[in-house]
Nanobody, 124 residues
Framework: QVQLVESGGDLVQAGGSLRLSCAASGSTISVTSMGWYRQAPGKQRELVASITSSGSTNYAHFVKGRFTASRDNANSVMYLQMNNLNDEDTAVYYC??????????????????WGQGTQITVSS
């Protein structure tokens, strides 16, 4: 079983910065893809950024140039540096991790997990 723990959400003024963290723990895992999503009130959850095991990143158009995703493969931790925040960034942010988990029988099985979500509120 894989657990994800997020941290870093907060109340921040427009133009400010925050850094989110997402740490994966539990069973022996091999992470292939990590991503950040967000869900604002009344809206669907949307992809913000993703990063592969090789470090390739993909960003939603509305955060390009402002947000940067990175990861620490050795410790299965992903980060999202968010700069120049605006009120449209107000949402609950979730991390998502996909990869393979080692079972007690010695075989690798695919998995996908979500973090509990962390609230970011940007005041204008």
């Amino acid at each position: 079983q894989v657990q994800l723990v997020e941290s870093g959400g907060d109340l921040v003024q427009a133009g400010g910065s925050l850094r989110l963290s997402c740490a994966a723990s539990g069973s022996t895992i091999s992470v292939t893809s990590m991503g950040w999503y967000r869900q604002a009130p009344g809206k669907q959850r949307e992809l913000v950024a993703s990063i592969t095991s090789s470090g390739s990143t993909n960003y939603a158009h509305f955060v390009k140039g402002r947000f940067t995703a990175s990861r620490d493969n050795a410790n299965s931790v992903m980060y999202l540096q968010m700069n120049n925040l605006n009120d449209e960034d107000t949402a609950v942010y979730y991390c998502n991790v996909e990869g393979f988990v080692l079972s007690s029988g010695g075989s690798w099985s695919p998995f996908g997990s979500w973090g509990q979500g962390t609230q970011i509120t940007v005041s204008s």
